[in-house]
């Protein structure tokens, strides 16, 4: 099947770092981030309803500018992080363009990472949000008119290069190759997997079934399966599947259905993505 092609602005002149897709109780926007700034569409592509230029001029000249790391949380909020660890939190209105810059995260020190919301049961007062950062920290949000910092999980000495919050469980992945997860509520670690050998470039959760899938430099995509006990309410893991995406470092993966039943992946210098599925 042949996708379809989204017009973006600043594309001929900045290197696009991000694009996804952000799904509101009322609407769905295209958001793209780049080294220039912040777009957002609607969802087909066809009209940018908001742009947000990133400050040039504020980082060292030997700096990189750019923003990375996007979600919805809240059900009215898309977080958008950036280079100098500031996570921007845009308030969106149920149509319209009427996109306003609505607050300021300000906890992290390095660049953020990723980015990601709860895709599980979302218990009220329970974490809405994560935030990963270049050092390895996390930082763990709830939402409700402001957002408040609920917990803060401190670095180990391995960039943090993707998050994932489901069902009150963060899955975060390593440089090192390490897949761990912590509870959300209090970033207490439960479990580490010694996943890749190489850095990990990306997470994603199937949020109807618990599955995890990881992509790394080494070119391999994990499943694993995240549950917790019916007895104790551990975190518990467990592998399902390995697929080798033969000469390839990905550097992109996620499952296809809420079930986790097909994943894609990409990888540097691969102009195609790869489809994979149940037999």
Request: charged fraction near 20%; glycine fraction near 8%; hydrophobic fraction near 40%.
């Amino acid at each position: 099947q042949k996708g379809k092609k989204f017009p973006c602005a600043v594309c001929n002149n900045a290197f696009p770092f991000q694009a996804s897709w952000c799904v509101l109780p009322s609407r769905v926007l295209l958001v793209l981030t780049s080294q220039k700034g912040i777009q957002m569409y609607e969802s087909d592509g066809s009209i940018m309803v908001y742009w947000h230029a990133l400050d040039v001029l504020e980082p060292p000249p030997a700096q990189a500018v750019f923003a990375r790391g996007i979600a919805a949380a809240g059900g009215r909020f898309i977080c958008v992080g950036t280079s100098s660890g500031l996570v921007l939190v845009f308030d969106i209105p149920s149509k319209g363009t009427n996109i306003t810059l609505s607050e300021v995260l300000e906890e992290h020190r390095d660049s953020i990472t990723d980015i990601a919301s709860e895709v599980g049961e979302n218990l009220d007062g329970a974490a809405e949000l994560v935030t990963a950062d270049d050092s390895g920290a996390l930082c763990v949000w709830r939402s409700k008119e402001e957002f408040s910092l609920l917990t803060k999980i401190s670095a180990f000495g391995w960039t943090c290069s993707s998050v994932k919050l489901w069902n009150g469980v963060i899955a975060a992945g390593y440089g090192n190759g390490q897949i761990r997860l912590y509870e959300a509520e209090s970033g207490t670690l439960r479990a580490t997997v010694n996943a890749h050998s190489r850095w990990i470039y990306a997470l994603d959760v199937a949020p109807l079934t618990g599955k995890l899938l990881s992509g790394a430099e080494d070119s391999y995509v994990q499943i694993w399966k995240v549950s917790r006990s019916p007895d104790t309410g551990a975190i518990e893991v467990e592998h399902c599947h390995s697929e080798c995406v033969t000469d390839t470092q990905l550097c992109g993966a996620r499952f296809c259905d809420p079930e986790g039943n097909s994943f894609a992946a990409t990888g540097y210098d691969l102009s195609e993505i790869v489809r994979y599925g149940q037999a």
